[in-house]
């Protein structure tokens, strides 16, 4: 499981409520990814960070930020909760091998987020 | 824009076949191929990755072809077994040092016994 866990595992909480996610891995990865996955939309980047303070944005990010404050941890933050973001949500980070040339992602346990 | 296809959405076999998990992508300039495997309620696990410039690889009674030209890649399961059953998806990453990954929707896979 690469060293990732993500909390909480299960939230319920109300449109407009900003809520917080944290994915923590303990293997000093450098790259590290937030997913949600939806039914009729598979899995979908929402941001991404290539390292301590360093992120960007991906197909889905409105509504979401994101801070990377110490390697292990990666926050996604819902600033205010919408009902369109009730979802399931995956942490994920690459390791290289092979001299670099060989990324493989590895995926949290993910977290059932509803907004009511 | 890559799009990712898996057909069949849904396989319901029995125990002991073999079966081949299909995957097809529109842009066939990727990097590499990964295939997971995903259990109701679980996060993904990560079953077999392919680069561009490799054909297959084997991994127990795993077998994933890749053929970057036609958009295609297959995840071939020998002697199929209850636990195997599970939601699998393909995903292609386009470039290299944390490029995203495009994910298919899945097969969901049940071997019954």
């Known amino acids: 499981d690469a060293g990732i866990t993500q909390s909480p595992r299960h939230k319920v909480t109300e449109t407009g409520t900003p809520v917080t996610l944290r994915c923590h891995q303990t293997e000093n990865h450098r790259y590290m990814y937030w997913y949600r996955q939806d039914p009729g939309h598979g899995l979908r980047l929402i941001h991404y960070s290539y390292g301590v303070k360093d992120t960007d944005k991906g197909e889905v990010s409105d509504g979401y930020s994101v801070s990377r404050s110490k390697t292990e941890d990666f926050l996604l933050t819902l600033e205010s909760a919408t009902s369109s973001q009730t979802s399931v949500y995956f942490c994920a980070i690459s390791e290289f091998q092979r001299g670099g040339d060989q990324e493989t992602q590895y995926f949290g346990p993910g977290t059932r987020l509803l907004v009511l | 824009k890559q799009e990712v296809t898996q057909i069949p959405a849904a396989l319901s076999v029995p125990e002991g076949e073999n079966l081949v998990l299909n995957c097809s992508f529109t842009?066939?300039?990727?990097?590499?191929l990964q295939w997971f495997r995903q259990d109701p309620g679980k996060g993904l696990t990560s079953l077999l990755l392919?680069?561009?410039?490799?054909r297959e690889q084997t991994s127990g009674r795993l077998n994933a072809s890749l053929d970057k030209s036609s958009g295609r890649s297959t995840l071939y399961i020998a002697a199929s077994q209850p636990g195997d059953s599970a939601t699998y998806l393909c995903?292609?990453?386009?470039?290299?040092?944390?490029?995203?990954?495009?994910f298919g929707e899945g097969t969901q896979l049940t071997v019954n016994p």
């Open positions: 392919i680069q561009s410039s490799q």
């Open positions: 995903a292609v990453r386009r470039g290299t040092s944390g490029s995203r990954l495009t």
């Open positions: 842009d066939s300039a990727i990097y590499n």
